[in-house]
DNA sequence: AAACTGACAGGAA
DNA sequence: TTTCCTGCCAGTT
């Protein structure tokens, strides 16, 4: 990271920080929202460094099948669950309920 | 400096 | 329809 190109992971940060309450995206969508089209795995790698800035919500991205799949990146494997849970966001075994409900997509519903 | 890995995604078999 | 394989970009070893 050092300093530089640090714009993606920024727009990745901003992004998921506009991610409202109780709603959920994949990386994939984000990837594509800032034009990244198919880095998604940037986009994940992104969140890792933001997991010393709590102050994104990384817990409500999860893969293209809803699944909690960077929850053992978290403080506590369980704590990603938790958390969505705790916004409303059905989740079993690792993986988001209703995934397409709540799927929140930055290139329609922000825009 | 080169090769492998990684919180994914999408196309091909 | 399900499963396998490749592609993307950067970081780590």
Request: glycine share 8%; proline share 4%; net charge positive.
């Amino acid at each position: 990271m050092s300093d530089k190109k640090e714009n993606f992971f920024e727009n990745v940060y901003e992004v998921v920080k506009l991610i409202p309450k109780g709603r959920v995206t994949s990386y994939g969508a984000i990837a594509t929202y800032l034009g990244a089209k198919g880095s998604a795995r940037m986009v994940g790698w992104a969140l890792i460094a933001s997991q010393p800035f709590t102050k994104i919500p990384a817990h409500r991205v999860v893969n293209r099948v809803g699944m909690l799949t960077g929850k053992q990146h978290f403080e506590a494997s369980n704590a990603m669950a938790e958390r969505l849970m705790q916004e409303g966001v059905k989740v079993e075994n690792d993986q988001v309920v209703d995934f397409d409900k709540l799927f929140w997509d930055p290139s329609k519903e922000l825009l």
